[in-house]
């Protein structure tokens, strides 16, 4: 009994020794906004939440955070004629640090079925708190709802218009090479410069400013003709909380069925947020396109209200979309209601009813309900 004891008494020991060896010298939650690496974009990651833990590994030359998401989604077709399912939004990690005093790295992948897919893998170098560069793949700068982070989109859904022009799942690249269509993500390779003016006053920004070079094509795909797609935007915040803004993008890709020339494909946007952190979110976001000759555009404007402040809201969103605005009959409306419970900043319950309206004599029976958990650490 004592040798067991003993045993015990020493392996316990160990344990704690080897806890404090690994992490010296960095508590959990350190945040150096100077040199972290967005997993999402460069303007719209937020720390972790007090409450949760990241897991920072200290050696000789860096540090490391992991983190990771996942949501399942529980989706209730009220056509009578789609199957109820369950399915995995997302399961994701995403590991980032510094290698250098100016330079960081960030690597996230999805797991979720059907594959696995590397989402973002860069390197950047911080010129200071308002400058940087950054190569590889990640978000370019399109759209303020493309840009939010995944885990902290406020609907279940991303509007339609975002879906359409963003490089994700409605955009015409999506099936340049495949018949099922692939969801980029709203991502790309290239080059991304991300920058802003300060704000000394509340330590933050007037203006932020954002541009990239990138291929054109996609998530983990080369691009197959020379012309490479150019993308910018900016951002004003001219009082506290609110952001005034617009962004381009201008380029051409290979689809459709001619893939012997790459063809146009250009948008142009126009946003407003405003979010106090506490009681009131709220964006109104304007998206126009051009594939090839085809005119395409949308627009969407949300509000959520916190019941209880941080843990407890409801939301509506008004999303209209037209895929071809030479046609009169194709436009879609969806009014979205929600209910979202935050167990954290990013842990959260949804239950959403999507109200869907099409722009022909005959509607169709089409709503959908859908119940969303999310998980984040």
């Given at each position: 009994m004592k040798i067991t004891f003993t045993k015990s008494w020493i392996a316990f020991i160990f344990i704690i020794y080897l806890n404090n060896s690994a992490t010296a010298g960095t508590q959990p939650g350190e945040n150096s906004k100077a040199l972290t690496l967005p997993v999402d974009s460069p303007k719209k990651e937020q720390a972790p939440p007090s409450q949760?833990?990241?897991?920072?590994?200290?050696?000789?030359?860096?540090?490391?955070?992991?983190?990771?998401y996942s949501g399942v989604r529980y989706q209730y077709y009220l056509d009578d004629k789609t199957p109820n399912s369950f399915d995995i939004r997302n399961a994701r990690l995403a590991l980032k640090g510094t290698v250098l005093r100016n330079l960081a790295y960030n690597f996230q992948c999805d797991f979720a079925p059907p594959t696995v897919r590397l989402m973002d893998a860069t390197a950047a170098y911080t010129f200071n708190k308002y400058a940087k560069i950054a190569v590889g793949q990640q978000k370019y700068p399109?759209?303020?709802?493309?840009?939010?982070?995944?885990?902290?989109?406020?609907?279940?859904?991303?509007?339609?218009?975002?879906?359409?022009?963003?490089?994700?799942?409605?955009?015409?690249?999506?099936?340049?090479?495949?018949?099922?269509?692939?969801?980029n993500n709203g991502r790309d390779i290239g080059v991304f410069f991300s920058g802003g003016i300060p704000n000394k006053k509340n330590e933050s920004t007037w203006v932020d400013y954002y541009v990239a070079i990138v291929n054109g094509m996609g998530i983990n795909r080369s691009d197959p003709d020379?012309?490479?797609?150019?993308?910018?935007?900016?951002?004003?915040?001219?009082?506290?909380?609110?952001?005034?803004?617009?962004?381009?993008?201008k380029g051409k890709a290979t689809y459709g069925i001619d893939l012997t020339e790459p063809k146009d494909r250009n948008?142009?946007?126009?946003?407003?947020?405003?979010?106090?952190?506490?009681?009131i979110y709220a964006v109104v976001e304007y998206l126009q396109g051009l594939d090839s000759t085809t005119r395409k555009g949308g627009y969407y404007g949300m509000l959520e209200g916190y019941i209880l402040p941080k843990k407890f809201s409801a939301l509506v969103k008004y999303d209209f979309y037209d895929p071809n605005k030479n046609k009169d009959d194709d436009a879609t409306t969806?009014?979205?209601?929600?209910?979202?419970?935050?167990?954290?900043?990013?842990?959260?319950?949804?239950?959403?009813?999507?109200?869907k309206h099409e722009n022909t004599e005959t509607q169709k029976k089409n709503d959908l309900i859908s119940i969303q958990a999310q998980v984040f650490f």
């Open positions: 949760m833990l990241t897991f920072p590994v200290s050696s000789n030359t860096a540090k490391m955070t992991l983190n990771g399109l759209s303020y709802e493309s840009l939010r982070l995944d885990y902290d989109v406020r609907s279940v859904n991303r509007s339609q218009a975002v879906e359409a022009l963003t490089s994700r799942s409605k955009d015409v690249i999506a099936t340049a090479f495949s018949t099922t269509a692939v969801n020379s012309h490479k797609d150019i993308a910018g935007r900016i951002v004003v915040h001219p009082i506290k909380y609110l952001g005034m803004g617009g962004s381009f993008y948008r142009i946007d126009f946003e407003i947020s405003y979010e106090d952190g506490n009681r969806i009014t979205n209601f929600a209910l979202n419970y935050y167990f954290a900043s990013f842990t959260k319950i949804q239950l959403q009813y999507d109200l």
